[in-house]
């Protein structure tokens, strides 16, 4: 099978569900190629860097697709994955040609919706009739009930077909254990009676790092504690710090490191598909404070429970009163249990036979 993106293997969340994916369907027995304009990992053989899918200057605009290069991905493999590449328009061009090929070739496809362009609000104009994707010969996959809900109004032929259909993104919660919470901290100059808050985002305007700022602020007056602010990406600049709150800025050894060293998890963002930071939280049995994004409450009807960014008294509890963060992380952890990512394969088995149904125009896979 082939997975096609934009970007493979960064740290952006479309990157990192695709390798989750990856894992899954190798685990199913099928060997798996990545298909994508730029990867930012090291290329394995196996890899095929497609024109069309990405830019070679930053802003500019993608080449023209290739389409012999498209036609020999769908000719050559048995299932086809179009990950956000069929979603966010950054090259609706290639996009429209990859399904032309997959549907000319008749490849089961799954086409997986992180960030349909009504969503992404700098991109509402550039929406095609044909994008994002919606012919209802392939599967279409989003990532939450919200957007599912706007393919079936949007496109109805897709909601007579039951061609869409919500798989939430996975945990890896076995990666999450064992991490190394004081030797992280002393590396970092962090104290064992300080307050370490970990911000899992871009910095961008949607992540909301003001807000971010604020908790930290507000938390040092609260407690008098030194309270540190760790921002994983390491780039742009965030303006000064409130008084007493130290910045840290970069990415972590591993994730089981970062959590293990964490306090709170702070993710206070407007708009999120869904917000991994948050279920990884809980899956590391660490507190999150959150924006409530639209999305957050398909998390919360999971029975995971995040504390909201304004109230500084709960955030302020979980910090100091051990018991109490232990009962509200120890609920949370138990509730995360159905996302975690060793049930993934079987979902992805069940995605993958209805996508041959569909594309073979059955009621059932052949």
């Known amino acids: 099978m082939c997975i096609v993106s934009h970007r493979l293997g960064s740290y952006d969340g479309v990157s990192v569900e695709a390798a989750k994916w990856q894992r899954g369907f190798s685990r199913l027995g099928y060997s798996v190629t990545r298909a ?3 990867f930012a990992d090291d290329a394995s053989g196996s890899d095929v860097t497609v024109t069309g899918l990405w830019a070679p ?28 590449a069929g979603s966010l328009p950054t090259c609706p061009q290639t996009a429209v040609a ?11 496809t799954i086409v997986r919706h992180h960030d349909p362009p009504w969503q992404v609000a700098w991109m509402k104009d550039v929406a095609q009739h044909r994008f994002p994707l919606h012919n209802p010969r392939m599967l279409h996959v989003t990532i939450n009930r919200l957007t599912e809900l706007q393919f079936r109004s949007r496109y ?8 869409v259909t919500t798989m939430h993104n996975s945990v890896d919660t076995a990666a999450l254990d064992g991490g190394r919470r004081w030797a992280t901290r002393r590396r970092m100059g962090v104290a064992d009676d300080d307050v370490l808050l970990v911000h899992l985002a871009r ?29 994983t990406d390491p780039g742009g600049e965030i303006g000064a710090p409130p008084h007493g709150v130290r910045i840290h800025r970069g990415h972590a050894p591993s994730a089981a490191d970062l959590h293990a060293a964490a306090d709170i998890v702070l993710l ?6 869904w917000g991994l930071p948050v279920v990884e939280a809980a899956a590391a049995r660490r507190p999150a404070v959150t924006f409530p994004y639209p999305v957050l409450s398909e998390i919360h009807g999971l029975g995971i429970a995040t504390v909201d960014h304004r109230d500084i008294e709960m955030i302020t509890a979980l910090v100091d009163d051990p018991q109490r963060r232990r009962a509200f992380t120890s609920a949370n952890y138990r509730s995360c249990a159905a996302l975690d990512v060793r049930r993934l394969p079987a979902s992805l088995g069940r995605a993958a036979r209805r996508a041959n149904a569909l594309m073979a125009g059955s009621g059932a896979a052949t």
Request: net charge neutral; proline share 8%.
């Open 57 to 84: 200057t930053f802003g500019g605009c993608p080449p023209e697709p290739d389409i012999t290069q498209l036609r020999r991905l769908c000719r050559t493999h048995d299932l086809l994955v179009i990950d956000n």
């Open 36 to 38: 994508a304009g730029f």
């Open 268 to 273: 206070p963002l407007h708009w999120e598909g």
């Open 98 to 108: 990859l399904e032309a090929e997959a549907l000319r070739a008749g490849i089961p």
């Open 156 to 163: 109805p032929e897709l909601d007579a077909a039951d061609a």
């Open 203 to 231: 910095n961008i305007g949607r992540k909301n790092v003001p807000a971010a700022l604020r908790v930290a602020g507000n938390l040092r007056r609260r407690t008098g504690r030194e309270v540190h602010y760790w921002l």
